[in-house]
């Protein structure tokens, strides 16, 4: 069977009749087509039709096919892709006019003058008004498009929140259905909306490359599978040949055994390719749809579409398949022995081997930016040279003591802003940084074996010394103090070494050394930790076979260890360093490799990725969480990031 055609990508093109858009309409699923595709499609459908592509139950209006949404951003490309500086006003006695706009309603062109004459009668008052640009331009000029109250018959100005609907002055001020709402200006409500849904066109334009590499290894893979058979019945054939007609039937029921393997697997596949073509098609139209309607649409429409196309982006997460082919069966050849009477055995035989097929990847991206909202608020650079950040300490929701460069003694208390207010000086060489509710500061020195403590004023004192190399430290919500410790640089272990967590005392004694469950060592080289929101310490542990987290309980009972994602495609193996847990449970765990934070949930599941290197993050490295609740993140690049997160409240009004 010949592969699927590539999926259209080409925003004026139908995808019913593969040809440009003739009067495209737009579906609740925000899918186009054109009006006549569609009046064709649904010609013995009643009340409602499924769409050709997601099959999502579209109502038809009562006034017929006809009374669907036209898609007014795609007539806009379109008026644009085809202006010409000697485009004239068709409407005014001045023909030579240059034409400034097109009214999408009315397919005419305008001048400026007569552009302020449409807008203000009351019969086009309300048209769609496309700013023509040069043909070569980057992008289309955003659609101008005033609404009106249907009650009022006001411009609708305000957004009532309650309702998530445009309202008029008049709503606001006048006995109506919004009277003593809170509403805001219009242009902050379609801001607010825009805000919502970028995220998640952002993430399918992340995730749509994936899957059409999925689909074009599927293809490559089912060559493949081809090519194993096609030598395999060539060697079967060859053996024919040379034992003559007498095992022509043996010859005939393996070349059918194989053949049919393959049809099988030929068939399963093909499946699959046409559920995944059939998937990005339409994830691709949904995606390309939804960020001419954000980027082009007017205030009002993106306020009145904002819920539906969450909700869009939502049935598409489950339109995705979740898990990808079991790997098919080849057929191998294996020569018989020409010594044997049995003529089965001289000529040979078939066996399997398993062919691995590609990854079905899975749209993380798009799971958070439904759940979660994620703001960049600040970044700056505490270098002018390349440095690692290895501690941050948030002193308050606004500044933190950060330490970058590694075997320094400097470290230096910052602004979210940027601005350095002081830099200390200390006499032992920094590896980890925290502070306490009191306000002092615990500093580990791996170097010099100890911890010590600076107060309000940054009197230095020892608090605790150690027969190991302390690493990372955090402080518990019982007032105790959990350190990593080792007795080797090397994050490889043997029978002698001691890899563990300490647990010191508020007055710096030490309580406890975590070191095994009772059978068998935990750790190989413990290197950040931070105590989750049910007790429980989840560690970063650097071991060289195999880095990891590991979630125990204080009496060493592990929980769960967690290796990465193995269902999405990373680009490098998972590679742990700084680890937080906030006061909702999630796991944040910086991957130095991928230039991602991984959040996981409190059983140590895969949430997805809550930050990845489309931030410009470099090898994230240290982690914190301020009073606040912002994330900062130190890279390899000299650079700390402050982010604000937060699981995304659906308002049900």
């Given at each position: ?59 038809i209006?009562?006034t ?88 009022h ?18 709503c ?28 998640m ?53 393996l ?45 009002s ?67 958070i ?105 955090t ?32 007055a ?27 007790g ?9 076979a ?29 590679n ?21 934070i ?15 290197e ?31 997160y ?8």
């Amino acid at each position: 069977m010949a592969d699927p055609p590539e999926p259209c990508t080409d925003p004026l093109t139908c995808g019913l009749c593969h040809k440009r858009y003739n009067d495209p309409r737009i579906l609740d699923c925000f899918h186009s087509f054109c009006c006549d595709c569609i009046e064709k499609h649904a010609h013995a459908s009643k009340g409602t039709f499924p769409c050709p592509m997601c099959h999502m139950e579209i109502h038809i209006p009562k006034t017929g096919i006809k009374g669907l949404h036209p898609n007014y951003y795609v007539r806009a490309i379109q008026a644009s892709a085809v202006f010409s500086t000697n485009s004239k006003c068709e409407t005014c006695i001045e023909t030579e006019k240059q034409a400034q706009s097109r009214c999408l309603e009315c397919n005419s062109n305008f001048c400026k003058p007569c552009v302020s004459r449409h807008s203000k009668d009351k019969e086009t008052r309300d048209h769609h008004m496309v700013e023509l640009s040069a043909p070569d331009a980057k992008s289309v000029t955003k659609i101008a498009h005033r609404s009106f109250c249907e009650k009022h018959h006001e411009e609708t100005v305000y957004y009532c929140i309650l309702c998530e609907i445009p309202i008029c002055k008049d709503c606001v001020t006048k006995v109506s259905d919004h009277k003593g709402h809170r509403y805001k200006n219009i242009v902050e409500g379609a801001k607010e909306k825009r805000n919502k849904v970028k995220p998640m066109i952002q993430s399918m334009h992340e995730y749509l490359p994936c899957l059409q590499d999925y689909l074009h290894e599927l293809n490559s893979t089912k060559k493949l599978l081809g090519d194993y058979a096609e030598q395999t019945v060539q060697e079967i054939k060859a053996r024919y040949k040379y034992l003559q007609e007498e095992l022509l039937k043996i010859c005939n029921a393996l070349v059918e055994g194989v053949e049919e393997k393959v049809k099988n697997d030929f068939n399963r596949i093909d499946t699959h390719v046409q559920t995944i073509d059939k998937t990005l098609r339409s994830v691709s139209t949904i995606t390309k749809s939804a960020e001419e309607a954000i980027n082009l649409g007017s205030d009002s429409e993106v306020v009145l579409m904002c819920q539906k196309l969450q909700n869009r982006f939502k049935h598409a997460d489950k339109e995705i398949p979740q898990v990808g082919l079991t790997p098919a069966v080849s057929s191998n050849f294996h020569v018989g022995d020409l010594q044997s009477s049995n003529l089965q055995e001289m000529f040979g035989s078939c066996d399997t081997t398993d062919i691995k097929l590609p990854m079905l990847p899975i749209p993380w991206g798009l799971k958070i930016a439904l759940n979660f909202d994620v703001q960049l608020m600040y970044s700056f650079k505490v270098a002018n040279v390349i440095d690692t950040i290895h501690a941050i300490a948030p002193l308050s929701e606004r500044e933190a003591w950060i330490c970058h460069g590694w075997g320094t003694q400097e470290m230096s208390l910052y602004t979210r802003e940027g601005e350095k207010l002081r830099t200390v000086k200390l006499d032992i060489q920094i590896d980890d940084i925290i502070t306490k509710p009191n306000g002092d500061i615990l500093v580990s020195s791996y170097d010099d074996k100890k911890i010590i403590k600076l107060d309000g004023d940054l009197k230095q004192t020892d608090f605790v010394k150690l027969d190991l190399y302390p690493g990372g430290m955090t402080y518990t919500k019982r007032n105790e103090l959990l350190v990593c410790a080792v007795d080797s640089y090397v994050t490889t272990r043997n029978s002698r070494s001691r890899r563990m967590i300490m647990r010191i005392s508020e007055a710096g004694k030490i309580i406890d050394m975590i070191e095994d469950d009772g059978f068998s060592a935990i750790f190989t080289a413990p290197y950040r930790l931070h105590e989750n929101m049910l007790g429980d310490i989840v560690v970063s542990d650097r071991e060289e076979a195999e880095v990891h987290t590991t979630t125990i309980t204080l009496d060493g009972f592990v929980k769960n260890k967690y290796v990465g994602q193995k269902d999405y495609r990373m680009k490098k193996p998972f590679n742990p360093f700084g680890i937080v847990s906030d006061k909702q449970g999630h796991v944040l765990v910086a991957d130095w490799s991928n230039h991602a934070i991984h959040l996981l949930d409190l059983s140590g599941q895969f949430i997805g990725f809550l930050i990845t290197e489309n931030y410009g993050i470099r090898g994230p490295n240290a982690l914190a969480l301020d009073k606040e609740g912002h994330l900062w993140v130190g890279d390899t690049k000299s650079t700390v990031w402050v982010f604000k997160y937060a699981r995304r409240v659906e308002n049900n009004a």
